[in-house]
Protein backbone atom coordinates (compact mmCIF):
# COMPACT_ATOMS: atom_id res chain seq x y z
CA UNK A 1 0.00 0.00 0.00
CA UNK A 2 1.14 3.42 -0.53
CA UNK A 3 1.53 5.52 2.71
CA UNK A 4 2.06 9.23 3.44
CA UNK A 5 3.32 11.02 6.49
CA UNK A 6 2.73 15.04 5.82
CA UNK A 7 4.07 17.61 8.16
CA UNK A 8 1.80 18.54 10.91
CA UNK A 9 0.44 22.23 10.27
CA UNK A 10 -1.27 22.47 13.65
CA UNK A 11 0.01 25.43 16.02
CA UNK A 12 3.46 24.56 17.39
CA UNK A 13 2.82 20.60 16.67
CA UNK A 14 6.73 19.18 15.89
CA UNK A 15 5.99 15.73 16.13
CA UNK A 16 5.81 13.71 13.36
CA UNK A 17 3.56 10.26 12.44
CA UNK A 18 6.42 7.54 11.89
CA UNK A 19 9.83 7.64 12.81
CA UNK A 20 12.50 6.26 9.71
CA UNK A 21 12.37 3.20 11.75
CA UNK A 22 9.34 2.22 11.66
CA UNK A 23 9.72 3.58 7.31
CA UNK A 24 12.30 0.99 7.08
CA UNK A 25 10.09 -1.65 8.82
CA UNK A 26 6.91 -1.19 6.76
CA UNK A 27 9.11 -0.57 3.35
CA UNK A 28 10.60 -4.11 4.37
CA UNK A 29 7.15 -4.83 4.23
CA UNK A 30 6.65 -4.62 0.72
CA UNK A 31 4.84 -1.23 1.22
CA UNK A 32 5.54 2.72 -0.17
CA UNK A 33 6.18 5.74 1.89
CA UNK A 34 5.85 8.79 1.27
CA UNK A 35 7.16 11.76 3.04
CA UNK A 36 6.18 15.58 3.12
CA UNK A 37 9.44 17.50 3.04
CA UNK A 38 10.40 18.74 6.29
CA UNK A 39 7.95 16.53 8.11
CA UNK A 40 10.55 14.96 10.85
CA UNK A 41 12.32 18.16 11.30
CA UNK A 42 10.86 19.12 14.31
CA UNK A 43 11.44 16.11 15.59
CA UNK A 44 15.14 15.79 14.89
CA UNK A 45 14.64 13.91 11.79
CA UNK A 46 15.61 14.79 8.42
CA UNK A 47 14.85 14.02 4.82
CA UNK A 48 17.84 12.36 4.58
CA UNK A 49 17.13 10.13 7.00
CA UNK A 50 13.83 8.96 5.63
CA UNK A 51 15.32 8.54 2.00
CA UNK A 52 17.82 6.59 3.87
CA UNK A 53 14.98 4.58 5.32
CA UNK A 54 13.49 3.82 1.67
CA UNK A 55 10.79 6.61 1.44
CA UNK A 56 10.23 8.64 -1.25
CA UNK A 57 9.46 12.40 -0.53
CA UNK A 58 6.96 14.90 -1.38
CA UNK A 59 7.24 18.13 -2.00
CA UNK A 60 3.90 19.51 -1.05
CA UNK A 61 1.01 18.54 1.34
CA UNK A 62 -1.55 18.36 -1.95
CA UNK A 63 0.99 15.79 -3.79
CA UNK A 64 1.12 13.72 -0.54
CA UNK A 65 -2.40 12.88 -0.70
CA UNK A 66 -2.98 12.55 -4.03
CA UNK A 67 -0.02 9.86 -3.87
CA UNK A 68 -1.13 8.13 -0.68
CA UNK A 69 -3.92 5.50 0.38
CA UNK A 70 -3.13 5.65 4.61
CA UNK A 71 -2.54 8.81 5.96
CA UNK A 72 -0.80 8.77 8.97
CA UNK A 73 -0.43 11.95 11.41
CA UNK A 74 -0.22 13.03 14.86
CA UNK A 75 -3.37 15.43 15.38
CA UNK A 76 -6.78 16.29 13.86
CA UNK A 77 -6.62 17.21 10.05
CA UNK A 78 -7.09 21.06 9.55
CA UNK A 79 -9.40 22.62 6.92
CA UNK A 80 -6.67 22.79 4.55
CA UNK A 81 -5.94 18.76 4.59
CA UNK A 82 -9.79 17.71 5.08
CA UNK A 83 -10.02 19.18 2.00
CA UNK A 84 -7.47 16.93 0.15
CA UNK A 85 -9.18 13.43 2.06
CA UNK A 86 -10.92 11.55 -0.49
CA UNK A 87 -13.22 8.33 -0.55
CA UNK A 88 -10.69 6.37 -1.56
CA UNK A 89 -8.32 7.60 1.69
CA UNK A 90 -8.09 5.91 5.00
CA UNK A 91 -6.58 7.70 7.99
CA UNK A 92 -4.88 6.98 10.99
CA UNK A 93 -4.60 10.03 13.88
CA UNK A 94 -5.21 11.60 16.74
CA UNK A 95 -9.39 12.41 15.95
CA UNK A 96 -10.54 13.85 19.21
CA UNK A 97 -14.20 14.30 17.42
CA UNK A 98 -16.17 14.42 20.30
CA UNK A 99 -15.79 18.37 21.05
CA UNK A 100 -15.53 19.06 17.07
CA UNK A 101 -18.70 18.45 15.39
CA UNK A 102 -17.70 20.73 12.40
CA UNK A 103 -14.87 18.83 12.05
CA UNK A 104 -16.89 15.69 12.20
CA UNK A 105 -18.93 16.20 9.71
CA UNK A 106 -16.09 17.71 7.20
CA UNK A 107 -14.75 14.64 7.58
CA UNK A 108 -18.33 12.49 7.00
CA UNK A 109 -18.21 14.68 3.74
CA UNK A 110 -14.69 12.98 2.52
CA UNK A 111 -15.94 9.83 3.00
CA UNK A 112 -12.82 8.85 4.11
CA UNK A 113 -11.98 6.08 6.25
CA UNK A 114 -11.03 7.47 10.00
CA UNK A 115 -9.26 5.54 12.49
CA UNK A 116 -8.46 7.20 15.83
CA UNK A 117 -5.73 6.59 18.20
CA UNK A 118 -7.65 7.18 21.41
CA UNK A 119 -10.12 4.62 21.10
CA UNK A 120 -8.48 1.51 19.82
CA UNK A 121 -8.16 -0.94 22.40
CA UNK A 122 -5.73 -3.94 23.31
CA UNK A 123 -6.52 -7.30 24.35
CA UNK A 124 -7.16 -6.56 28.34
CA UNK A 125 -9.29 -2.90 26.98
CA UNK A 126 -6.87 -0.45 27.61
CA UNK A 127 -5.92 2.17 25.17
CA UNK A 128 -2.39 1.54 23.68
CA UNK A 129 -2.16 4.14 21.76
CA UNK A 130 -3.00 7.33 23.97
CA UNK A 131 -1.21 5.71 26.85
CA UNK A 132 2.85 7.07 25.93
CA UNK A 133 1.61 10.53 25.35
CA UNK A 134 -0.82 10.49 28.13
CA UNK A 135 2.66 9.54 30.10
CA UNK A 136 4.47 12.17 28.25
CA UNK A 137 1.66 14.74 29.21
CA UNK A 138 1.39 13.77 32.96
CA UNK A 139 4.82 14.48 33.52
CA UNK A 140 4.69 18.05 31.28
CA UNK A 141 1.20 19.23 33.13
CA UNK A 142 3.32 19.71 36.53
CA UNK A 143 6.66 20.64 35.13
CA UNK A 144 4.53 23.41 32.93
CA UNK A 145 1.93 24.06 36.01
CA UNK A 146 5.24 24.53 38.40
CA UNK A 147 6.51 27.31 35.59
CA UNK A 148 3.42 28.87 35.98
CA UNK A 149 3.15 29.21 39.36
CA UNK A 150 6.57 31.80 39.15
CA UNK A 151 5.35 35.66 39.27
CA UNK A 152 6.73 36.53 36.35
CA UNK A 153 4.13 34.15 34.32
CA UNK A 154 1.46 35.19 36.87
CA UNK A 155 1.33 33.04 39.50
CA UNK A 156 1.37 32.76 42.97
CA UNK A 157 5.11 32.99 43.54
CA UNK A 158 4.81 29.63 45.31
CA UNK A 159 7.76 27.02 44.81
CA UNK A 160 6.28 23.29 44.76
CA UNK A 161 8.91 21.57 46.62
CA UNK A 162 9.23 24.59 49.20
CA UNK A 163 12.47 24.79 50.99
CA UNK A 164 13.08 23.85 54.72
CA UNK A 165 11.46 25.07 57.67
CA UNK A 166 8.05 25.74 54.61
CA UNK A 167 5.37 23.62 53.52
CA UNK A 168 5.62 22.37 50.01
CA UNK A 169 3.33 23.44 47.42
CA UNK A 170 -0.22 21.10 47.00
CA UNK A 171 -0.82 19.86 44.18
CA UNK A 172 -4.47 18.11 43.43
CA UNK A 173 -4.48 15.79 40.69
CA UNK A 174 -8.47 15.11 39.00
CA UNK A 175 -8.33 11.18 37.59
CA UNK A 176 -5.75 8.91 38.12
CA UNK A 177 -5.26 7.02 35.32
CA UNK A 178 -1.90 7.58 33.33
CA UNK A 179 -2.10 11.00 33.28
CA UNK A 180 -2.72 12.01 36.63
CA UNK A 181 -0.65 9.02 38.10
CA UNK A 182 2.22 10.31 36.14
CA UNK A 183 1.26 13.97 37.38
CA UNK A 184 0.90 12.63 40.56
CA UNK A 185 4.76 11.05 40.06
CA UNK A 186 6.68 14.29 39.13
CA UNK A 187 4.56 15.94 41.77
CA UNK A 188 5.93 14.13 44.50
CA UNK A 189 9.92 14.02 42.92
CA UNK A 190 9.29 17.94 43.05
CA UNK A 191 8.52 17.54 46.63
CA UNK A 192 4.69 18.38 46.49
CA UNK A 193 2.04 17.46 48.47
CA UNK A 194 -0.89 15.68 46.28
CA UNK A 195 -4.34 14.73 47.08
CA UNK A 196 -5.46 13.17 43.80
CA UNK A 197 -9.15 12.73 43.34
CA UNK A 198 -10.16 9.42 41.82
CA UNK A 199 -13.93 7.41 41.65
CA UNK A 200 -13.06 3.92 41.11
CA UNK A 201 -12.54 2.13 44.68
CA UNK A 202 -10.16 -0.62 42.67
CA UNK A 203 -8.34 2.38 41.36
CA UNK A 204 -7.60 4.28 44.74
CA UNK A 205 -6.19 1.24 46.07
CA UNK A 206 -3.81 0.28 43.38
CA UNK A 207 -2.75 4.25 43.66
CA UNK A 208 -2.28 3.86 47.38
CA UNK A 209 -0.17 0.81 47.00
CA UNK A 210 2.05 2.71 44.00
CA UNK A 211 2.33 5.79 46.08
CA UNK A 212 3.49 5.00 49.86
CA UNK A 213 4.45 8.56 50.52
CA UNK A 214 3.60 10.79 53.49
CA UNK A 215 2.95 13.75 50.90
CA UNK A 216 0.32 11.56 49.21
CA UNK A 217 -3.90 11.17 49.57
CA UNK A 218 -6.22 9.61 47.45
CA UNK A 219 -9.95 10.24 47.94
CA UNK A 220 -13.12 9.42 46.77
CA UNK A 221 -14.94 12.05 44.09
CA UNK A 222 -18.06 11.27 46.38
CA UNK A 223 -19.22 13.69 49.63
CA UNK A 224 -15.54 15.26 48.47
CA UNK A 225 -15.83 19.03 50.54
CA UNK A 226 -14.35 20.91 47.61
CA UNK A 227 -14.23 23.76 48.22
CA UNK A 228 -12.31 23.66 51.07
CA UNK A 229 -9.51 21.37 49.12
CA UNK A 230 -9.31 23.99 46.87
CA UNK A 231 -8.39 26.61 49.40
CA UNK A 232 -5.82 24.65 50.43
CA UNK A 233 -4.50 23.67 46.65
CA UNK A 234 -1.83 25.81 44.34
CA UNK A 235 -1.95 23.89 41.02
CA UNK A 236 -4.89 21.52 40.09
CA UNK A 237 -4.07 19.59 37.49
CA UNK A 238 -7.53 17.87 35.31
CA UNK A 239 -6.45 14.46 34.19
CA UNK A 240 -10.39 13.09 33.98
CA UNK A 241 -11.12 10.54 30.54
CA UNK A 242 -13.77 8.72 29.15
CA UNK A 243 -12.45 7.16 25.97
CA UNK A 244 -14.13 8.70 22.87
CA UNK A 245 -16.14 10.68 24.94
CA UNK A 246 -15.99 15.23 25.90
CA UNK A 247 -14.37 15.40 29.38
CA UNK A 248 -16.65 15.75 32.36
CA UNK A 249 -16.80 19.31 33.41
CA UNK A 250 -15.45 18.93 37.41
CA UNK A 251 -15.00 23.13 38.14
CA UNK A 252 -17.19 25.90 37.52
CA UNK A 253 -16.29 29.49 37.10
CA UNK A 254 -17.65 29.76 40.60
CA UNK A 255 -15.27 27.01 42.48
CA UNK A 256 -12.19 29.54 40.74
CA UNK A 257 -12.89 31.80 43.86
CA UNK A 258 -12.00 29.03 46.41
CA UNK A 259 -8.76 29.91 45.00
CA UNK A 260 -6.02 31.56 46.00
CA UNK A 261 -4.86 34.15 43.44
CA UNK A 262 -1.91 33.13 41.33
CA UNK A 263 -3.38 29.54 41.63
CA UNK A 264 -2.59 27.43 37.99
CA UNK A 265 -5.39 25.18 36.68
CA UNK A 266 -3.64 22.90 34.17
CA UNK A 267 -6.60 20.55 31.85
CA UNK A 268 -4.92 18.17 30.15
CA UNK A 269 -8.04 17.10 29.08
CA UNK A 270 -8.68 20.21 26.79
CA UNK A 271 -8.27 18.27 23.63
CA UNK A 272 -11.35 16.48 24.63
CA UNK A 273 -13.11 19.36 25.56
CA UNK A 274 -11.44 19.82 29.07
CA UNK A 275 -12.51 19.27 32.68
CA UNK A 276 -12.96 22.86 33.56
CA UNK A 277 -15.64 24.96 32.70
CA UNK A 278 -13.26 27.68 32.26
CA UNK A 279 -10.71 26.04 30.30
CA UNK A 280 -10.23 27.22 26.13
CA UNK A 281 -7.68 25.96 24.07
CA UNK A 282 -4.42 27.61 24.02
CA UNK A 283 -0.65 26.42 22.47
CA UNK A 284 2.77 26.68 23.29
CA UNK A 285 2.93 30.13 21.85
CA UNK A 286 0.74 31.44 23.88
CA UNK A 287 0.05 28.84 26.38
CA UNK A 288 -2.00 30.65 29.65
CA UNK A 289 -4.38 33.41 30.20
CA UNK A 290 -5.30 34.77 33.66
CA UNK A 291 -9.36 34.63 34.28
CA UNK A 292 -10.62 35.88 37.65
CA UNK A 293 -6.97 35.84 38.75
CA UNK A 294 -6.27 32.14 37.91
CA UNK A 295 -3.87 31.30 35.40
CA UNK A 296 -5.12 28.81 32.84
CA UNK A 297 -3.10 26.30 31.06
CA UNK A 298 -4.65 24.74 28.64
CA UNK A 299 -2.69 23.77 25.73
CA UNK A 300 -4.03 20.99 23.80
CA UNK A 301 -0.74 18.67 22.90
CA UNK A 302 1.11 18.99 25.61
CA UNK A 303 4.00 16.16 24.33
CA UNK A 304 4.78 18.15 21.19
CA UNK A 305 6.98 20.45 23.92
CA UNK A 306 8.76 16.87 24.26
CA UNK A 307 8.81 16.04 19.69
CA UNK A 308 11.33 13.89 19.64
CA UNK A 309 10.46 11.38 22.56
CA UNK A 310 7.14 11.68 21.40
CA UNK A 311 7.38 10.66 18.24
CA UNK A 312 9.30 7.62 18.95
CA UNK A 313 6.90 6.59 21.58
CA UNK A 314 3.74 7.32 19.43
CA UNK A 315 5.60 5.69 16.16
CA UNK A 316 6.57 2.24 18.29
CA UNK A 317 3.17 1.78 19.43
CA UNK A 318 1.18 2.83 16.38
CA UNK A 319 3.38 0.65 13.97
CA UNK A 320 1.97 -2.48 14.44
CA UNK A 321 -1.84 -1.13 13.75
CA UNK A 322 -0.41 0.83 10.53
CA UNK A 323 0.52 -2.48 9.34
CA UNK A 324 -3.05 -4.00 9.77
CA UNK A 325 -4.81 -0.61 8.40
CA UNK A 326 -2.47 -1.31 5.49
CA UNK A 327 -3.83 -4.83 4.54
CA UNK A 328 -6.09 -4.45 1.25
CA UNK A 329 -9.04 -6.14 2.56
CA UNK A 330 -9.62 -3.50 5.43
CA UNK A 331 -13.31 -5.68 6.71
CA UNK A 332 -11.21 -9.16 7.31
CA UNK A 333 -8.54 -7.03 9.35
CA UNK A 334 -11.38 -5.31 11.39
CA UNK A 335 -12.97 -8.03 11.96
CA UNK A 336 -9.66 -9.94 12.78
CA UNK A 337 -8.31 -7.21 15.67
CA UNK A 338 -11.70 -5.99 17.72
CA UNK A 339 -8.83 -3.27 19.30
CA UNK A 340 -8.40 -1.83 15.69
CA UNK A 341 -11.85 -1.96 15.11
CA UNK A 342 -12.57 0.18 18.27
CA UNK A 343 -10.59 2.78 16.68
CA UNK A 344 -12.94 3.14 13.90
CA UNK A 345 -14.86 6.36 13.76
CA UNK A 346 -16.01 7.17 10.56
CA UNK A 347 -16.45 5.01 7.46
CA UNK A 348 -18.61 5.75 3.89
CA UNK A 349 -19.95 9.13 5.38
CA UNK A 350 -21.34 7.53 8.26
CA UNK A 351 -20.41 7.87 12.05
CA UNK A 352 -19.28 4.86 14.15
CA UNK A 353 -17.98 5.60 17.32
CA UNK A 354 -20.75 5.55 19.89
CA UNK A 355 -19.31 8.10 22.34
CA UNK A 356 -18.74 10.59 19.47
CA UNK A 357 -21.91 10.30 18.78
CA UNK A 358 -23.69 10.70 22.24
CA UNK A 359 -21.72 13.41 22.67
CA UNK A 360 -23.02 15.13 19.53
CA UNK A 361 -26.63 14.06 19.65
CA UNK A 362 -25.88 12.07 16.72
CA UNK A 363 -26.42 8.73 15.90
CA UNK A 364 -23.91 6.01 14.93
CA UNK A 365 -24.10 2.96 12.93
CA UNK A 366 -22.35 -0.19 13.25
CA UNK A 367 -19.55 -0.71 11.30
CA UNK A 368 -19.98 -3.87 9.54
CA UNK A 369 -22.80 -2.95 7.66
CA UNK A 370 -21.24 -0.61 5.78
CA UNK A 371 -17.71 -1.82 4.76
Same mark, same amino acid.
Given at each position: ??????????????????????????????????????????????????????????????????????????????????????????????????????????????????????????????????????????? @???? !?? =??? %??????? +????? *?? #?????????????????????????????????????????????????????????????????????????????? @???? !?? =??? %??????? +????? *?? #??????????????????????????????????????????????????????????????????????????????????????? %?????????????????????
Amino acid at each position: MRIGIPKEIKAQEYRVGLTPDAVADLVAAGHSLFVETGAGCGSGYSDDDYLAAGAQLSVSMASLYRDAQLIVKVKEPQASEVVLLQADHRLFCYLHLAPTPDLTTSLMASGALCVAYETITDEQGRLPLLKPMSEIAGR @LSVQ !AG =AHC %LEKAQGG +SGVLL *GG #VSGLEPGHVLIFGGGVVGSNAADVALGMGAKVTLVEPFAARRTSLEAQFKHPRFSVCDSANLDLRSLLNDVDMVVGAA @LVPG !AA =APK %LLSRTDL +SALAA *GS #VLVDVSVDQGGCFETTKPTTHLEPTFLLDGIVHYCVANIPSAVARTASQALSQSTLRFVHLLAEQNIKQAFLDNAGLAAGLSIAKGK %LTCAAVAGAQGRDAIDWQKII
